[in-house]
């Protein structure tokens, strides 16, 4: 008799994105001549910049020819990009070798994965609110107990409160952890953790032979200076971190998927030893995983050279300039509003402690405007609501001159 994965069982429902669907169905039918603003996805929307787009029909053109058409290629990814990637990272002074480098197809698989060479009995912290999959991952893979529905939380798993008063970066646990997902700049927060911050959480991980998966995708929105972009920039992290990050949000990559992970060869856990998890993540991609499209990483290829990187580097700009005129347009409202400086994301704390719900009804009936409540990403995020940067400038205009004429506060 087959069974399923009873694990799966447990998921609290995928409540978010279907409920939102489902009110701004609602409330275009009860308005019919009204149309929805969107401020609520976290989805690219400008289109691939032109030498990254040369890079990618390279990579087609290739495939016509006896002389240059490849199959399958290594499982790691070709070296040539793993090189790049490895200059990419020296250039902001980390050392990194390229078999160190792990070529995916994004961060989101990868993150869900990483989870798989760890074992079963391993404690994990996340921040809360969250980006989903480091939680259900490890929900599927039967680290947890069950939802509760009341307090928001898995049982077994220690959740790490990000708000104000923390500036939306957790302490340190003040109990034993082993697994420690950190997601700087934050998505939903937008909140970006500095060089102390992660010294502190190195130092625990070190003590605690615990192992931090630092997901860094937003790492090209970080625009000043003093902020890290890897957390391989501070003093011990190779003993204790695994980096994953993608192309997604630098280059438009979303539908095109490109990502890596860093698995340092230092890098071990209780009972390991140097190396052994840089195999089992080889292992592991080897086995399920026949690496990523060879035309995506001639595309990727495309990103990493001068040109690439400079406009990628301006498409981060246009969604930063976007982050802009919603953060001033929301303050200039007296609004209380979190990140979009260095994250395409802003965290509102709702007028007058509203629920999340409660403020994105009120949203929408007054302005036609949609976002993202906070307490979908988990229950620290009640009272916040999230706006995405992302978007047609024109777009994100009309919904911010909207929340100006119609919010009534
Ligand atoms: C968008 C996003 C990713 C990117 O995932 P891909 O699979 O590379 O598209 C990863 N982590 C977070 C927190 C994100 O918001």
């Known amino acids: 008799m087959a069974h399923i994965n009873e694990h799966y069982r447990k998921l609290s429902a995928g409540y978010l994105f279907p409920e939102i669907a489902r009110r701004s169905q609602a409330f275009l039918k009860s308005h019919p001549d009204r149309k929805l603003l969107k401020l609520g996805i976290g989805n690219t929307t400008e289109p691939i910049t032109p030498s990254v787009i040369e890079g990618l029909h390279r990579g087609v053109e290739k495939l016509a020819s006896p002389a240059t058409y490849t199959g399958y290629g290594d499982e790691q990814g070709q070296e040539e ?82 708000n104000s008063e923390n500036g939306f970066f957790p302490e340190v646990p003040d109990a034993k952890v082993d697994l420690i997902y950190l997601c700087s700049p934050n998505n939903p927060t937008g909140a970006v953790a500095t060089r102390e911050q992660l010294a502190a959480f190195i130092d625990y991980a070190i003590k605690n032979k615990a192992i931090i998966i630092y997901d860094a995708s937003y790492a090209e929105y970080i625009s000043e200076a003093a902020l890290p972009k890897s957390i391989f920039e501070i003093e011990g992290a190779k003993k204790c971190a695994i980096e994953i990050n993608s192309l997604s949000k630098f280059s438009g990559f979303t539908g095109v998927r490109l990502g890596w992970s860093i698995v340092p060869k230092e890098l071990t856990v209780e009972g390991s030893e140097a190396g052994e998890l840089n195999s089992l993540w080889n292992r592991r991609q080897c086995t399920f995983f026949n690496g990523a499209s060879n035309i995506v990483q001639e595309g990727a290829l495309a990103v990493f050279s001068p ?17 802009r005129i919603i953060r001033e347009g929301l303050q200039s409202l007296g609004l209380t509003v979190f990140g979009g400086d260095n994250a395409p994301y802003l965290w509102l704390q709702t007028p007058g402690g509203m629920s999340s719900w409660d403020f994105f009804d009120k949203l929408i009936e007054e302005t036609n405007v949609v976002g993202t409540p906070g307490s979908g990403f988990g229950p620290a995020g009640e009272g916040y609501f999230r706006l995405s940067a992302f978007g047609h400038r024109d777009d994100i205009i009309r919904a911010v001159e909207s929340i100006k004429s119609n919010l009534k506060l």
């Open 307 to 323: 040109k690439g990187i400079e406009e990628s580097n301006k498409l981060v700009a246009y969604y930063m300039e976007n982050a």
């Open 81 to 162: 990009l793993r090189k790049a990637l490895c200059d990419f990272y020296a250039a902001r002074g980390v050392k990194l070798a390229i078999d160190e480098f792990f070529i995916s197809d994004g961060a989101k698989p990868d993150s869900g994965n990483i989870q798989s060479i760890f074992g079963l009995d391993n404690i994990v912290a996340v921040q809360d609110p969250a980006y989903p999959v480091y939680v259900d991952s490890n929900v599927i893979s039967g680290r947890t107990g069950a939802y509760d529905k009341a307090s928001g939380r898995y049982e077994g798993i220690y959740y790490m409160p990000c």
